[in-house]
């Protein structure tokens, strides 16, 4: 069974103190780990860590709760950054109605030109959506114009929200959260979903998978993840993680 987790951020200060380590515990066995950015300064980061360590890919993006940093040269900056052979996505983007860090408008503006770079230089995203589902969609319509593979990252939507997605040709992954007693909705749509759009990952150091709920999370929990998507599903978690490997392994190109 390989794991690939497919988005976390190792980058956090919550791993300055064992990073080395934490990404060993799941690359040693040929795991994978998507390192995500969050801002321009951290795009910079995950691709210098990335580049160092095997098993470890990154995407470059501003997220939505940093939206306010961005400038007029962030694009360019970006741009550069994912040149980088490690670097295989643009994220993490989109939109956070939840927290409203950065002012709406301020965060579609800059959700919307990520899109645009990423169909331009050829990359897949990855996406966040809180409590944003309909602006989210609309932008992701307008800017994909059909031809942008991406993840809809850590899925809180409805059934179906998840079918449209993967109309557009979208793959749906899942977090920790679908282990959390309190999550039907996400169980449900993690039981109905086609296997071959389907991707696992921790968000970590957030999102910890029950028994870990509350505690810092980190890319080997991703197993629990699978585990817990292979109950649901009435299959083994070596089918799901093998299958959610591939699946990774295809959106990304990673290898
Ligand atoms: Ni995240």
Redesign the pocket.
Known sequence: MRLFDT?A?LQDTRFDDDREAVAARITKDGGLVMD?A?SVAGAAQVTAFAESHEGVYCAVGI?PHDADTFTSGSIQALRELAKKPKALAIG?IGLDYHYDLSPRDVQKEVFAAQLALAREIGLPVIV?DREAHQDTLDIIRAEGRGRLPGVM??FSGSWESAKIYLDLGFYISFSGTVTFSNARKTAEIASRLPLDRLLIET?CP?LAPVPFRGKRNEPSFVRLVAEKIATLRGTTTEAVANAAFENGQRLFGAS
């Open positions: 988005h951020h995500c969050c997220h993490e966040h990252h850590c968000d957030y």
